[in-house]
T-cell receptor, first 115, second 114 residues
Framework: NAGVTQTPKFQVLKTGQSMTLQCAQD?????MSWYRQDPGMGLRLIHY???????DQGEVPNGYNVSRSTTEDFPLRLLSAAPSQTSVYFC??????????????FGSGTQLSVL | AQSVTQLDSQVPVFEEAPVELRCNYS??????LFWYVQYPNQGLQLLLK??????LVKGINGFEAEFNKSQTSFHLRKPSVHISDTAEYFC????????????FGKGTLLTVNP
């Protein structure tokens, strides 16, 4: 049982390049989400999904796309990277959507630098 | 919409001293409150959570938090800290009707010095 797996751990991009951050969980969790963490800003929700085929925007969705074709995977796409997207990205999941006491399981993060 | 304010961005303390990390929230409906901890170069882990019932919640590693509805606070405490408690601590809130999305505070860096 690997939990939440994020790849890659580190990535450097040039402005305008595109890439996909991968997130996979093997716990059959309904809910998956992406956060970005910036110094002094805490964690801000980018996008989330409450099940396969269902996604919604979080607090800071601009410049990012997501899809959820399977329960296990929730990739985050940067279509045209900008320096403002330099950040540490965390994927997180939890078992059920409509239950408030479920804890989030976090991946170990992806450190992204956009030059 | 809900929001979370962590009143201190950094808290330095000496080993074996008590510590309190402050968290205030705002919401027009009932909330569910959490504290998460992030050790260096790791993802976040749940420390404790408050849903209902007793206002004093005990978590892992000797931490506890008290929910105060009148003051809209959920402060985290530990009577005696260890070097290994050095980490960043995040207060978070979720509300119903929003698929219980978590909104995080900006974090408090706790540094325990020998």
């Amino acid at each position: 049982n690997a939990g939440v797996t994020q790849t890659p751990k580190f990535q450097v991009l040039k402005t305008g390049q595109s890439m996909t951050l991968q997130c996979a969980q093997d716990m059959n969790h309904e809910y998956m989400s992406w956060y970005r963490q910036d110094p002094g800003m805490g964690l801000r929700l980018i996008h989330y999904s409450v099940g396969a085929g269902i996604t919604d925007q979080g607090e800071v969705p601009n410049g990012y796309n997501v899809s959820r074709s399977t329960t296990e995977d929730f990739p985050l796409r940067l279509l045209s990277a900008a320096p403002s997207q330099t950040s540490v990205y965390f994927c997180a999941s939890r078992r059920r959507v409509r239950v408030p006491n479920e804890k989030l399981f976090f991946g170990s993060g992806t450190q992204l630098s956009v030059l | 919409a809900q929001s979370v304010t962590q009143l201190d961005s950094q808290v330095p303390v000496f080993e074996e001293a008590p510590v309190e990390l402050r968290c205030n929230y705002s919401s027009s409906v009932s909330v569910y409150l959490f504290w998460y901890v992030q050790y260096p170069n790791q993802g976040l882990q749940l420390l404790l959570k408050y849903l209902s019932g007793s206002t004093l919640v005990k978590g892992i590693n000797g931490f506890e938090a008290e929910f105060n509805k009148s003051q809209t606070s959920f402060h985290l405490r530990k009577p005696s800290v260890h070097i290994s408690d050095t980490a960043e601590y995040f207060c978070a809130v979720s509300v119903g009707g929003s698929n219980y999305k978590l909104t995080f505070g900006k974090g408090t860096l706790l540094t325990v010095n020998p």
